[in-house]
Every structure is written in structure tokens, then in C-alpha cells.
């Protein structure tokens, strides 16, 4: 049992740290390669990483950039639809008027000397990490629902056994107990749903190689859209008690709601304040741990570029903080998955909660 433990943890730093540490090597000296007046950069190199892309870059080997294409899709008011791979703008180039902007990250359409923004509707790194997201979701859960047709009445194997008393927790403890035993079942699909797609993506932006190393849950944009699923089902839920507390709290004074409707306003601020929480804590969490893992490693460099010596004895410094903070954020990602569904569940329970 202790080989079998010892196996799992120098796997789990292969996994999570060398490549990591090999990507912001060869990073590192693709700036140094492209120009050498200009110094290491620790905010390009950081922001680079946590960005979106237009391409899944993997590794740069003496100046060639090892990458998936991705597909680019343009809708101009000038030439109308385009569709191509990425590599068509890749290395500067120009295709059909477009080139890309890595300074502003956008597609820029050249026409007769002007510059124009077309509408971009491409396939990104975090869309694509998005839909991998979904396909490993359908994958898992219904090879698991077919797992249990299959041997109804046993006891439950391999990724059953998994994700059993995950599911199980997210039911009693969480569901049942802030929307109450009659009407958490009508929100249990959404709150599962939920749960482990954060889970996921937060496990798949940890490791460096694809399918993993994209920053979705570190995208404000998506935090955003999973905070107004769970704001517009809070609104379209809610029941008379709910709205009532909202205009015309019982139990509060006259003078706090009239001439001056001072609590409805409270708490139409704060109808909009709790997803607002929801987003930023979420994209908060995750993107803070991506930044400080590679502003770990922007210390080598630093302190290489000061002196060779320097760079090295940093370095073990550097990988052993960098070592602490994976494993931080793999306990993170369970907690920011579960903390977003608990006031999901909260929410609700409050929108449906009847009048005691």
C-alpha cells in the first residue's frame, strides 16, 4: 500500500510539474530567441498562459511553435463568411485581409488601408476545452447509468463507486438540506450539472498538456454565464414569499419602506449581488492559483537572466513552492465546485421557500 502511495504522488508530480516546467522553459527562450535586447517578461508570460487562444499551443522547439489548429470562423461586413484553421494567421501571416493582433488577441480585417474588428464566432481554446468538458461528462455519466441497468442490485465498480457518494453528498447533504425534501429533486440535475463541470474543468486547467491546460473556470466570461443559469432559475422559481420579502418584508418597519422604499432597493441590490459573488469568487480562486504557480517559475528566469547560478539555485526553490501550490489547487477545485453549488442550492432554497 505505501509503494502503491508513493507511485501515486511522483506520478502526480510528473504529471502536474514537469511539463509545466518544461512549457515555461521553452517559453521562456522563445522571448529570449525572438529578441535579445528585450528582457524575460513575467506578465506576458503569465497572462499568456491564463489567456484564451486561438490555437492549443503545446511547446515551442528551437523557434517552431508546436500547436493544434483550431477553426476560425468570421462573419465581415465587407466579404461576408470565412472559414479556415488557425495556422492560416499563424507566424504574422496574413489570409484573405485578416491577421491576428496578439497584442489585443482579436482577428483585425485590412480593407483598402483601414482596419476593421469582423465579427468573430471561432472555435477557441476555452470552447474547445468546453466541449471536451461536455463530451467527458456524457461519457462518465452515461456509461455509469448504463453500469447500473447493466448490474442492477450489486454493488457498485469502478467509476460507480466513484462518483456514487459524490452524487449521493451533493442529494442529502446539500440539496435536501437548503431547498428542503419535497422540491430539491426538481433542481438536482441542474446542481449535478453544475458540480461536475466545474469539478472537471478545474482538474483539466491543472494539467499543462492537452486535453488539459486550459483556463475555463479562470474566464470571468464563463463564470458569468454559470452565474446567470443560476440567477434566472432563482427568478423564474421564486414564489410569492420570495418576491414579497423582496418588496414588502414582514416584519420590517413602515418608515424603512415608505416614503423611501429603502429595504426593497436592499434587496433588489442584493438579487443581483449574490451571482455576482458567484462569478467573481469563482474566476477569483482559479486564476489566482494559475498566476502564482507561473509566477513561480518567472522567478528562474529572473533571476537567471541576472545570473546562470542564480537562475538554477532558484529553480529548486521555485519547483517545491510550485509542487505546494498544485496540490492547493487540486484541493481548491473540489472546494470552488462545491461551494458554487451550495449557494446555488441556497438560492433556490430561498426563491421556494414557503411562508412559516
Do not use: C
Request: no cysteine; aromatic share 16%.
Amino acid at each position: 500500500m505505501k509503494n502503491i502511495r508513493f507511485i501515486i504522488i511522483i506520478s502526480l508530480v510528473l504529471l502536474f510539474i514537469i511539463p509545466s516546467y518544461i512549457f515555461a522553459e521553452e517559453h521562456a527562450k522563445d522571448e529570449h530567441h525572438e529578441t535579445k535586447e528585450n528582457k524575460f517578461s513575467p506578465g506576458d508570460f503569465i497572462f499568456d498562459h491564463i489567456g484564451d487562444a486561438h490555437d492549443w499551443h503545446f511547446l515551442t522547439i528551437n523557434g517552431h511553435h508546436i500547436s493544434i489548429p483550431l477553426p476560425i470562423i468570421l462573419y465581415s461586413e465587407h466579404s461576408g463568411f470565412h472559414a479556415f484553421w488557425s495556422t492560416k494567421l499563424a507566424h504574422e501571416h496574413h489570409y484573405k485581409g485578416f491577421h491576428l493582433d496578439h497584442e489585443k488577441g482579436k482577428i483585425i480585417e485590412k480593407v483598402h488601408g483601414e482596419e476593421y474588428l469582423p465579427w468573430d464566432f471561432s472555435i477557441k481554446k476555452n470552447v474547445m476545452a468546453i466541449f471536451i468538458s461536455i463530451a467527458l461528462m456524457f461519457w462518465i455519466f452515461i456509461s455509469v447509468g448504463k453500469a447500473y441497468k447493466r448490474n442492477a442490485g450489486l454493488a457498485p465498480k469502478g467509476m460507480q463507486s466513484f462518483l456514487e457518494p459524490i452524487i449521493l453528498f451533493i442529494r442529502d447533504d446539500l440539496a435536501k438540506e437548503a431547498i428542503g425534501e419535497k422540491k430539491h429533486e426538481r433542481f438536482l440535475p441542474f446542481l449535478l450539472s453544475i458540480f461536475f463541470f466545474i469539478l472537471i474543468n478545474n482538474l483539466l486547467g491543472l494539467v499543462p498538456i492537452f486535453p488539459g491546460g486550459a483556463n475555463v473556470t479562470g474566464n470571468i466570461a464563463v463564470t458569468m454565464v454559470l452565474a446567470l443559469f443560476t440567477f434566472t432559475i432563482t427568478t423564474i422559481v421564486g414564489n410569492k414569499n420570495y418576491w414579497q420579502h423582496i418588496f414588502n418584508a414582514p416584519g420590517v418597519p413602515w418608515w424603512l419602506k415608505i416614503p423611501v422604499p429603502l429595504m426593497p432597493i436592499i434587496e433588489i441590490m442584493g438579487m443581483f449581488t449574490k451571482p455576482f459573488v458567484l462569478m467573481i469568487r469563482l474566476f477569483a480562486n482559479i486564476s489566482a492559483g494559475h498566476i502564482i504557480v507561473m509566477g513561480f517559475f518567472s522567478l528562474i528566469f529572473i533571476f537567471g537572466q541576472m545570473n546562470v547560478v542564480a537562475g538554477y539555485g532558484i529553480s529548486i526553490v521555485t519547483v517545491a513552492f510550485a509542487i505546494f501550490m498544485t496540490f492547493l489547487e487540486f484541493l481548491v477545485a473540489f472546494i470552488q465546485a462545491y461551494v458554487f453549488t451550495l449557494l446555488s442550492a441556497l438560492y433556490f432554497g430561498m426563491a421556494t421557500e414557503e411562508h412559516h
